[in-house]
């Protein structure tokens, strides 16, 4: 993670911009969590043998374990500034959301994160939209593409 701080004024000119994470393993044992968190409990997600039976070979990943893997996969992009002054940056909601590949159990993933737009909304409230891209590594589809917004509080 690089220490480097920007104002919110000059990441308004990265719009366009792509940064990229490091790779994350999505394991059994995050899959069963996440199942025990939201009460989804389909066997195609936490029984390896029945799912071992359908077409995806073996368990997968929530869609929305994968969606959730944001705030995980933001964090772990090499050398991503800190926005100065910030207070606090909250979730607001998603314009498009795909699950297009499923994730496999013990698979890795990362994220590409492209900055499509920033406003200010009001004074010390600004609202972000960025493409969201969940890659698995050595797959040629994603696993999902996801535009998503968020609230910058400076």
């Known amino acids: 993670m690089s220490n480097d701080t920007i104002s919110i004024n000059e990441l308004a000119t990265q719009i366009g911009q792509e940064r990229v994470s490091d790779w994350v393993e999505v394991s059994q044992e995050m899959i069963d969590k996440f199942a025990d968190a939201t009460g989804d409990h389909q066997f195609i997600h936490v029984n390896p043998q029945m799912a071992a039976m359908t077409p995806f070979g073996g368990t997968i990943a929530h869609g929305f374990l994968t969606l959730s893997l944001m705030p995980l996969l933001s964090s772990k992009v090499p050398d991503q500034p800190k926005i100065e002054g910030v207070k606090m940056g909250v979730n ?29 909304k009001r004074p010390g409230q600004w609202q972000q939209t960025n493409e969201f891209t969940v890659e698995i590594e050595g797959e040629d589809k994603p696993a999902l593409i996801a535009e998503w917004i968020s609230q910058i509080f400076v």
Do not use: A, D, Q
Not at 94 to 118: A, C, D, H, Q, Y
């Open 92 to 120: 607001y909601g998603g314009n498009k959301v795909r699950f297009i590949t499923p994730v496999r159990s013990g698979k890795r993933v990362r994220g590409r994160f492209k900055l499509m737009e920033l406003i200010e």
